[in-house]
């Protein structure tokens, strides 16, 4: 059983290409962007013009991103953009303490990625790191122009969600967003154009410039999973398709049958009832978003596939 995780991408800023599988005798395989293909536009390029132009307004860069990997990614092409003198030379804070923590792990296991140690230390080092509280809260009262990358990616928790209740109301300032924000969250809201916010139990006014940089996806879009999945020798018995909305994930199970595989898409909700044991939901209508914890993952897939009889 070969389990794909997040796939990521052939051309990673950092991180080596997915090692190829060529056998499985059941498959499950996201399908975040199953149903679309990243821009081809260098995110690197995007980057520069999103920060570029809020510099000149004397803004702020505010950045939600996942702890391990989208901040990385960000603080090495930050770096970049600043060697190459591509931008000036504005402050960066990191402002999470797992970002932080996560730092040292790709300066002690360089192996894993494709940075030299320079180039490690260099992304290292390009960011001020915001460690306590009180740090923390010190930042909203800094001018701009700064660039803050805080987690969450999705604006769902943590110490973004202070920065913007700060910067959201002021123009001068933007919002930029990395790949895929899933339904429901303050990210997708924004990315929708929501005026505002609610955070905190607060209606907060939304004036900021909202960007959006898929390139910085750490996900495989539609034809780079194709692409890993011609590698296979031969058809898997089924492949469970996860790990995507349900439209993604549907438009993935019609693509896939060109390479003539069985494919199974469970759209599982799942809920807790009065004695916190799990139930589960064929489909969205069957329980209140509310209430949802999580769909399609790669551990409903397995509970799927435990109880059918193969």
């Known amino acids: 059983m070969v389990f794909s995780g997040d796939l990521g991408r052939p051309n990673d800023l950092i991180m080596k290409p997915p090692a190829f599988i060529n056998h499985a005798d059941y498959l499950l395989i996201e399908s975040t962007y199953g149903d679309r293909t990243h821009p081809v536009q260098d995110p690197v390029d995007q980057l520069a ?15 939600p991103a996942f702890s391990v990997g989208r ?45 030299n140690p320079n180039q490690c230390e260099s992304m290292c080092n390009v960011a001020k790191y915001v460690r306590t509280p009180e740090e923390s809260k010190t930042l909203n009262t800094k001018p701009g122009p700064m660039i803050i990358i805080s987690a969450s990616g999705m ?68 034809s780079e999973i194709m692409d890993w999945l011609k590698h296979f020798s031969d058809n898997p018995k089924m492949t469970f398709i996860t790990h995507g909305e349900p439209a993604s994930a549907k438009d993935w199970k019609q693509n896939s049958k060109d390479l003539g595989w069985a494919t199974e898409f469970q759209n599982i909700w ?41």
């Open 49 to 63: 013009e999103v920060i570029n132009r809020t510099i000149k307004r004397s803004g702020v860069v505010i950045i």
């Open 71 to 115: 901040s990385q990614s960000f603080l090495y092409a930050i770096h970049l953009l600043k060697l190459q003198k591509r931008i000036e030379d504005t402050p960066v804070f990191l402002n999470s303490p797992m970002s932080i923590n996560t730092m040292g792990v790709y300066c002690d296991h360089q192996l894993e990625h494709k940075l």
């Open 155 to 222: 604006a769902t928790g943590g110490r973004v969600l202070h920065h913007l209740k700060k910067f959201a109301p002021d123009a001068r300032n933007t919002i930029l967003l990395a790949g895929y924000q899933a339904a429901g969250t303050r990210g997708e809201a924004l990315f929708r154009g929501a005026k505002t916010l609610k955070i905190h139990g607060e209606q907060v006014v939304v004036n900021a410039e909202v960007a959006c940089i898929n390139g910085f996806s750490a996900h495989a879009d539609q």
């Open 270 to 310: 799942k809920k807790w009832n009065s004695n916190d044991r799990l139930q589960y939901f064929s489909s969205p209508c069957a329980c209140q978003r509310k209430t949802m914890i999580a769909r399609g993952s790669f551990s409903q897939a397995a509970l799927v596939l435990e109880k059918r009889q193969f």
